[in-house]
Each structure stands twice: as C-alpha cells, then as structure tokens.
C-alpha cells in the first residue's frame, strides 16, 4: 500500500483528504458518479488493499435489491404524468377565481397550487417549470412586481421538496433508517406550516408592501352551482390522488412501492380524463422517467462506493473523534450540521448530500440521543430553502429557463429573499418543537 510512503498528516487524514477533494471537485462541476468513483478508487488504492474493493459488488447488489427504491421511478413517473395532464393549469385558474377577493388572492393561490402539485409529484424541477409557465406572466398581467411574482412562484414550486410524497423523504427514508412511510407523515404537519407563512407573508405584504401586490379584485366570484362544479372538477382529482397514495402508506394497506405503481395508474387515468393521454405523451413522460431514475441510481452507485471506501480508511472514527474534541453540546451539533448542509445546498444536488454527507454524519447525530425522523424532516427542510437560495438555488435556475424575458437574475434574488427567511423561520419552529414532526406518526401508528 502507497499508504506507507506518505508522511503521517497524510496517510493519517487519508478519509479527510477523500472528503476533501471529492467536494471541491464536485463544486468545480466535475460529473458526479465518476468523481466520486475516480476519487474513490485513487484513495482506496492508496490506502486499502485491492482486495477491499470485493465488498462492493456486494453493496450494489444490495442498493439494486432494496424493494423501497423500487418506488423511485414509480413516483417519478406519476409526477412527469400529472405535470403534462393539463391539470395543474385547470386547477390554478379555479384557484385564482377562488381568492379573488382576498388581499394577495392570486399569489396565495398560486402557494396553494403549488403545494398541491408539490404533493401530486414530487419532483421539484417538474414544479417550478410549470407553475412558471402558468402562473408568472398572470402574476405579471395583474400588476404584482417582478420580484414578488417570481420569488412567490419558485418558493411555491420547491414545496414539493418537503410535501409528501417528496421524491428528497424517498430517498432519505433508507439512508437514514426511518420507514418511508413515517418520514411522509412526519413531513406533513412541517409542509404545512410552511404553505401557512408563505401565505401569512403574502397576506401581510398585500397591506405593507402595495407597490408589490396589487389590491384585490372588487368584482367578487358567485358560488352558484355551476362554479361550485368547477372547483370540485379542479380539486377532487389530484386530492383523490394524493389520498390514494399516501393514505395507503400511513394506513399501513400499502407499501410505498405499490403505492407509488397505483399513483402512476392514477396518473394515467387522470391523464385520460382530461382528454390528453396520447402514445406520444405515454413516450414522453417513460423517456423522462428512464432518464431521471438513471440519474438517480448512478448516483447512489458511486456515493456507495464513496462510503465503503471512506468508512474502511476510518472516516466514521476520525469524524468522530473530531467531534468528540470540540466538546459541544447536542443543540450545538445540530446547529453546526445544520449550517453546513444549508452551505453545502448552495453547490451540490440533495442526492449528492443525501449519499455522501448525511450516512457520515446521520449517526453522530443520533448517538446524541435525537430522533432520526426529526433529524430527517430538519435536513430536507433545510435543504429546500438552500434548493432556492442565491446564488445557485437549482429552483431560480429551473424558473430562469422559462419565464418573461423583462424577469432580470436580480429579480429571482430580490424576490426569493423574503421566502428563504420564512423557511429558516420554519426551520427553528420545527427545531423547537420536536412534536411538530414525530406527534403525527405517532397518533397514526401507536409508537
């Protein structure tokens, strides 16, 4: 082993030193899978026996025969369906007739719908795009400023990250050892605390910033019958939807697996429904899911190799003991982890962290005696609000691609900055109240 030629504040540190290069190649935008891969094959070369490297097919054959990421393309799939059904935009125009009259109405219709597709995919990029085609150039056409319209519409379209069935609770149930069913359960009373700012927010603002948010429509909406048909044609089908998948979870009928296969039949029928299912689109969205849960699994292919490779050069130890010498206290570790996976957001993908950071620092975590649901909700909370935060929030980048060419960057970063702070205010409330997230699983569940 090269390990022996090095000098001691190498081969000593070698687990810090894999961590180390991965990162900053990462954040230099090198290919993930083969970074993580290339780097770790180098350090384990240099540090292990080749022999060590016969463990691994045995953890890919483990990864490719774990039943709950068999969940992954179904719920993928179910969500590309729905974003191309028409559905969201019936839903968005009955919404927006629907507040009308209520300071805010069309922004806070916009939170509503967002969180109801954010629940219906799952798949943030899938969100942000079509409520930016939808529901900016309204915001626009109905005088709200720039800032507002497109920070209101990305910080609704990351909903997605922490509403169930969010494709982020998917993949870290597994890595963090928490039954899938319980991290969606848990995830719900937080999504929903989150819906109440943003909407609090734009309530407020409709009174203290009026340059920003246009007054409310004086002609009001009648709920005669025929527009009381309307809102059950737009509601019923996604809410039947979302019941079906996640109450089959959190009443225990139902695996994630199966329940994701009957959220992609239902996808499908409501496709049918609204009269646009077609081969082409059926062509579309499996393209879509082909490529999107490729992505997903070559990632976890090379974070697996990442993790064998750092914990047999004695990373967990050495964290550990690192840990061990700052002598801190729990709601002190916490913070600093906390701190950490929001900056590590600014530059790499939620899969990425999900595989490489979180399994390293997870279980120090737990030994100081935390709830891994609540550690769980705490680490996708945070990073939806570094997924919107300037200045490489992959959500700003997904809505930049599609909206009204006189929206500047500037206007993204004026805009989200209200939002990020109304989720670092959610972030302290759920860090507060530990009940928030393990109360819900509880009552459904018994333990």
């Known amino acids: ?220 909406m009648v709920f005669d019958r025929q527009f009381t048909v309307r809102i059950l044609i737009a509601l019923v089908p996604p809410l039947f939807l979302i019941l079906a998948v996640l109450g089959t979870i959190f009443a225990g009928i139902a695996t994630p697996t199966e329940s994701g296969a009957m959220g992609a039949v239902g996808a499908i029928l409501l496709t049918a429904l609204n009269r646009k299912l077609s081969f082409e689109l059926l062509h579309e969205v499996a393209k879509g899911t082909i490529r999107m849960t490729c992505m997903v699994f070559i990632i976890i292919m090379g974070a697996t190799c990442f993790a064998l490779v750092f914990r047999g050069l004695g990373g967990d130890d050495l964290l550990r003991e690192f840990v061990d010498s700052l002598h801190l206290q729990g709601w002190q570790l916490v913070t600093m982890v906390m701190i950490f996976i929001f900056i590590l957001g600014f530059f790499l993908d939620f899969i990425e962290i999900t595989y490489i950071h979180i399994p390293i620092i997870a279980p120090i975590v737990v030994d100081y005696g935390y709830d891994p649901l609540w550690f769980g909700i705490m680490f996708a909370v945070n990073l939806q609000t570094s997924f919107m935060t300037p200045p490489f929030g992959p959500s700003l980048f997904y809505l930049k691609g599609v909206c009204p060419a006189e929206i500047r960057t500037t206007d993204l970063y004026k805009g989200i900055i209200p939002f990020v702070i109304l989720q670092l205010i959610g972030l302290f409330i759920i860090a507060l109240f530990p009940g928030l997230v393990t109360w819900l699983p509880k009552l459904v569940y018994g333990n």
């Open 1 to 220: 082993m090269l390990v022996e030629y090095l000098p001691f504040w190498i081969a000593d540190y070698l687990a810090a030193w894999l961590f180390l290069v991965l990162t900053i190649a990462l954040m230099a935008g090198f290919p993930v899978t083969f970074t993580m891969m290339g780097t770790s094959f180098l350090f384990g070369l240099i540090g292990l026996s080749p022999m060590f490297f016969d463990l691994l097919p045995l953890r890919m054959w483990g990864i490719m025969t774990n039943t709950m990421l068999m969940a992954v393309p179904l719920f993928i799939f179910m969500g590309l369906a729905l974003e191309r059904s028409g559905l969201a935009k019936e839903l968005l125009e009955t919404m927006e007739e629907l507040f009308r009259n209520v300071r805010g109405g069309l922004a806070i219709s916009v939170v509503v719908v967002g969180a109801l597709l954010g629940a219906s995919t799952g798949i943030v990029g899938a969100t942000v795009v079509t409520m930016g085609l939808m529901s900016l150039p309204t915001m626009l056409k109905h005088k709200y400023s720039r800032s507002f319209a497109s920070g209101t519409v990305a910080a609704s379209g990351t909903l997605g990250q922490i509403i169930p069935p969010s494709l982020v609770l998917l993949l870290l149930g597994p890595v963090m050892e928490v039954p899938i069913g319980d991290m969606f359960i848990g995830a719900v009373i937080p999504g929903l605390i989150l819906v109440g700012l943003y909407c609090l927010f734009i309530w407020g603002a409709s009174f203290f910033g009026t340059r920003h948010v246009p007054a409310a429509h004086e002609s009001g």
